[in-house]
């Protein structure tokens, strides 16, 4: 059996394992982490298209996260538009957007592009917060009911559960991991990593650097926008520290580079480790634990501190495991998980 073959079965029985999961799962939580899960792979995957694979590791990918969540949410709110419409409006505009970006940052390199890309998600998250008529400021856009909408020929309008949420999300993150299979496997892949290798070389070579560069851009904000649609759809709630923050445009970037960046299930795993991590510092699970076990008392001054303050520490643990993958794993988790596979391959020879 091939190697390409056993890679298809594996896909295809976890694809298959997570389409029954909502069949023996009741529990609501246990689907919504699901769901934030799938969220995460959309989101990682859509950076490493142009982070990955093309080498522009932007710091501003919230910008189009926020277009498509907003675009979503503003049609849905205000003119009770379905939420398919509202997609695909935020990717029309979103496109736009990216092509207005590339043709600005892509002028630059390495740091310059870095900073170039905070400051345009900045300038969007500013935007939201001022024009109120349009996006209510910083009070953000609350669509109180979800209108129904049609998918195949089939009206959808049971939203009481999370098991449509959850189905549309599995079937978002599939579109975003094929999507990077395909861009992997083509001529446009190679072009992109020919770029991220070495760019004077892939130009000598006759490979329109500009050109690729904003297809890969338009591609990966297209993604990023989806999951951005996405997430208002499922939350019901847009404001700009949400959606544009700074705080969005790291964690999507972490993603790519605790999985490894410029590999197909790098976002996933990476996917995996943080989804839960920030989950558990978010809810106070981790303070929760340490009293249960004894370790802390939760009246004294460490477990008051601990469950004031933990919940809003997600922000230093994305800077930590940044040190530790840099420090540790420079090529992520898919990296290393390589190195010990060869390694274990040369020890049986």
Not at 146 to 170: N, R, S
Not at 279 to 285: D, Q, T
Not at 290 to 305: D, P, Q, R, T
Request: some cysteine.
């Amino acid at each position: 059996m091939t190697k390409t073959i056993l890679k298809a079965i594996l896909v295809l029985g976890a694809l298959g394992g997570l389409l029954i999961i909502p069949r023996y799962v009741d529990s609501p939580y246990a689907l919504h982490m699901m769901i934030l899960l799938f969220m995460s792979v959309m989101m990682g995957q859509s950076w490493n298209i142009l982070g990955g694979y093309a080498g522009q590791h932007s710091v501003g990918h919230a910008a189009y996260f926020g277009v498509g969540a907003y675009t979503t949410m503003m049609l849905m709110h205000t003119k009770q538009i379905a939420p398919w419409y509202g997609v695909w409006a935020g990717i029309a505009l979103v496109i736009v957007v990216a092509l207005i970006i590339g043709s600005i940052c892509f002028r630059l390199r390495g740091p310059y592009f870095v900073l170039a890309s905070i400051a345009v998600a900045e300038i969007l998250r500013l935007s939201a917060i001022n024009l109120t008529t349009l996006t209510n400021g910083a009070e953000g856009i609350l669509a109180t009911e979800l209108p129904a909408f049609t998918i195949g020929g089939t009206l959808i309008t049971d939203f009481a559960t999370k098991v449509p949420f959850y189905y549309i999300g599995l079937f978002l993150v599939a579109l975003t991991i094929a999507v990077t299979y395909l861009v992997q496997h083509s001529k446009l892949g190679y072009f992109f990593q020919a770029i991220r290798e070495d760019q004077d070389a892939a130009h000598s070579l006759g490979i329109s650097i500009s050109l690729y560069k904003n297809i890969a851009l338009v591609i990966s904000a297209v993604l990023t926008s989806l999951a951005g649609s996405f997430y208002g759809i499922y939350v019901g709630f847009v404001d700009p520290p949400t959606v544009l923050g700074l705080d969005v445009s790291v964690q999507i970037m972490l993603i790519c580079i605790i999985g490894g960046m410029g590999t197909l299930w790098g976002p996933v795993l990476g996917s995996l480790v943080l989804v839960p991590l920030s989950e558990a510092l978010r809810s106070n699970m981790i303070t929760e634990a340490l009293v249960k076990i004894g370790l802390v008392n939760a009246e004294s001054k460490i477990g008051i501190f601990l469950k004031e303050n933990l919940s809003h520490a997600h922000v230093l643990l994305y800077g930590i495991l940044v040190v530790v993958v840099i420090l540790f794993m420079p090529d992520g988790l898919m990296g290393f998980i390589k190195k010990l596979a060869k390694g274990r391959k040369q020890e049986a020879v």
